[in-house]
């Protein structure tokens, strides 16, 4: 069973970057669908960038769609990289595995990391 593990989150100021790492523990990324979620105080969970393990396609929400950059490593780990951070980035990421044709929604998603906090603030 496919595990999970989230780090690089903590404070950073507006402006400012971060980059998320998601590290398979246990068993391997190659046939998943590899999805970054968020979730804001009081909001509901949302995806904002997916990656295609096989075949390296990516997709953006347009909310994060040229800031956020989603990347695989080809052995273990799929990286986020989170620039020109503002405020509504603030929140719980997560990271999730789901079958290859996993999009958006997260009840698609069987395995996910326990968390990491960004938050963006003066």
Same mark, same amino acid.
């Given at each position: 069973?496919? &595990? $999970?593990?989230? /780090?690089? !989150?903590?404070?950073?100021?507006?402006?400012? +970057? $971060? *980059? $998320? /790492?998601?590290?398979?523990? #246990? !068993?391997?990324?190659?046939?998943?669908?590899?999805?970054?979620? #968020? &979730?804001?105080?009081?909001?509901? *969970?949302?995806?904002? /960038?997916?990656?295609?393990? *096989?075949?390296?396609?990516?997709?953006? #929400?347009? +909310?994060?769609?040229? #800031?956020?950059?989603?990347?695989?490593?080809?052995? !273990?780990?799929?990286?986020? &990289?989170? =620039? +020109? $951070?503002?405020?509504? =980035?603030?929140?719980?990421?997560?990271? %999730?595995?789901? %079958?290859?044709?996993?999009?958006?929604?997260?009840?698609?998603?069987?395995?996910?990391? &326990? !968390?990491?906090?960004?938050?963006?603030?003066?």
């Amino acid at each position: 069973q496919l &595990q $999970l593990v989230e /780090s690089g !989150g903590g404070l950073v100021q507006p402006g400012g +970057s $971060l *980059r $998320l /790492s998601c590290t398979a523990t #246990r !068993g391997g990324m190659d046939n998943y669908v590899i999805t970054w979620f #968020r &979730q804001a105080p009081g909001k509901e *969970r949302e995806g904002i /960038s997916l990656i295609i393990i *096989r075949e390296g396609g990516t997709y953006y #929400r347009d +909310s994060v769609r040229g #800031r956020f950059i989603i990347s695989y490593d080809g052995v !273990g780990t799929v990286d986020l &990289q989170m =620039d +020109s $951070l503002t405020p509504e =980035d603030t929140g719980v990421y997560y990271c %999730a595995a789901g %079958a290859w044709n996993s999009r958006w929604n997260a009840d698609q998603y069987p395995v996910w990391g &326990q !968390g990491t906090q960004v938050t963006v603030s003066t």
